[in-house]
């Protein structure tokens, strides 16, 4: 599968481990220092359309998480989320600050949340490690140089 999309299509909104992932977690035997109360979120922002995907480590861990979890409003968020088209929002307070502070040098968050989307390769599970995370080409070489060039120039802003 090279899907990132159709792969999380396969999880349901209150699970915590991926099915594929279910017989590697349980050879680990709870030895993978995740933690499995809370749902799985690798990427935020419109992904499917986003031109710039910045790459983090995991942001961390936080009650909040497990709060979420638990509700049914952050479960139908969440697979909202990893459908790729759902935008940044302040449903997190401290992931929306995490957020804010690592996006700010690219100017107003409202003018970002279009433009930018985030994928956690230190939150990546054993069975997404097999997929291919970006499965649409990136743009010619002349157009990636030329958008970074006119953001150079422009002070980082979104044209």
């Keep these: 599968m090279t899907d990132i999309f159709k792969f999380w299509s396969m999880i349901g909104k209150a699970e915590t ?5 279910r017989p590697v977690f349980a050879r680990l035997n709870d030895s993978h220092g995740f ?3 809370c749902l799985p979120a690798n990427f935020g922002g419109k992904l499917r359309m986003a031109p ?29 989320q990893r459908t790729g088209r759902l935008g940044f929002s302040d449903h997190h307070p401290e992931a929306a600050r995490w957020r804010r502070d690592r996006l700010r040098w690219l100017g107003d968050a409202d003018a970002v949340n279009d ?19 970006f499965s649409r080409p990136f743009p010619p070489r002349r157009s990636r140089s ?13 044209a």
């Design 17 to 21: 481990i991926h099915p594929l992932d």
């Design 52 to 80: 710039l995907v910045l790459l983090y480590l995991s942001p961390g861990f936080s009650e909040t998480d497990v709060r979420i979890a638990r509700s049914k409003e952050g479960q139908e968020r969440y697979a909202k």
């Design 146 to 158: 030329c958008f970074l060039k006119q953001n150079v120039e422009n002070g980082w802003s979104f």
């Design 35 to 37: 933690d499995l109360r």
């Design 115 to 133: 433009k930018v989307a985030i994928a956690n390769i230190g939150a990546i599970t054993p069975a997404l490690s097999l997929i291919i995370m």
